[in-house]
């Protein structure tokens, strides 16, 4: 079974500074999809990016942009210039490719906090 | 293009009542997922349906959950004589047709039992 561990349960960072949320991950696939998720004090889960397995190209959307190193099963998140909407719970999560479970697989989360 | 809903946003219920939560997906989307948060936790996935199938629950409790997405209406997630342990945060997703597609939340159901 795939395993999601966020080693951080706490992160802060001052505005408009730049933070890395880490995540690794356990699997024995090869092909699989991996997200990050934030959920804000309303709790809602939104979707921030989202990663192919087998694009070696690191996903990047706006301010948000990862690193993922494939063999290290290692997949952060950085936020560059940090805003205080950004203030959230973040999930990374694990989706498997095809042929086996169908749900994502969660991390236990990283709260971020934002200093002004 | 509204998202994915889920209702009610609230719920009581004492111990031994039925919970019923209900899930719209996105439109044009035929995957529903379910999953369940509870406190200081991250989501756990409990079951994945497609129109009048359900393809994998393989995280569902064996007693009193059920889940249903029929051909017509909305996705019904539904917890027989609750217990307190049942209290949590219950999100459905939605996708497309495709595996491995990105999966979109609804804003959860909050169910507290007394």
């Known amino acids: 079974a795939q395993t999601v561990t966020q080693s951080q349960p706490e992160m802060s960072v001052q505005e408009a500074e730049t933070v890395t949320l880490s995540c690794t991950y356990d699997?024995?696939?090869?092909?699989?999809?991996l997200f990050w998720y934030k959920q804000p004090p309303s709790r809602q889960m939104i979707l921030v990016i989202r990663?192919?397995?087998?694009?070696?190209q690191n996903a990047t959307e706006n301010r948000f942009s990862v690193n993922f190193q494939k063999a290290a099963k290692s997949f952060s998140l950085k936020i560059s210039d940090s805003q205080l909407g950004d203030a959230a719970m973040y999930f990374c999560?694990?989706?498997?490719?095809?042929?086996?479970?169908?749900?994502?697989?969660f991390g236990k989360g990283t709260h971020l906090i934002i200093q002004p | 293009n509204a998202g994915v809903m889920q209702n009610p946003r609230h719920l009581v219920r004492r111990r031994g009542q039925e919970a019923r939560l209900r899930c719209s997906p996105m439109?044009?989307?035929?995957?529903v997922y379910w999953y369940r948060q509870l406190p200081e936790e991250g989501l756990k996935f409990m079951v994945y349906?497609?129109?009048?199938?359900?393809?994998?629950e393989s995280g569902m409790p064996k007693e009193r959950f059920s889940a249903e997405f029929p051909k017509e209406g909305p996705s019904i997630l539904r917890i027989q004589q609750v217990v307190r342990g049942d209290s949590a945060a219950y999100f459905c997703?939605?996708?497309?047709?495709?595996?491995?597609?990105?999966?979109?939340f609804g804003p959860g159901t909050r169910l507290l039992v007394l």
């Open positions: 997703a939605s996708s497309p047709n495709a595996r491995g597609e990105t999966q979109y």
């Open positions: 699997t024995s696939e090869s092909d699989y999809y």
């Open positions: 990663q192919e397995a087998y694009k070696q």
């Open positions: 999560a694990y989706r498997s490719e095809g042929g086996g479970a169908d749900g994502l697989t």
């Open positions: 439109k044009g989307h035929s995957h």
């Open positions: 349906l497609q129109k009048e199938n359900i393809i994998d």
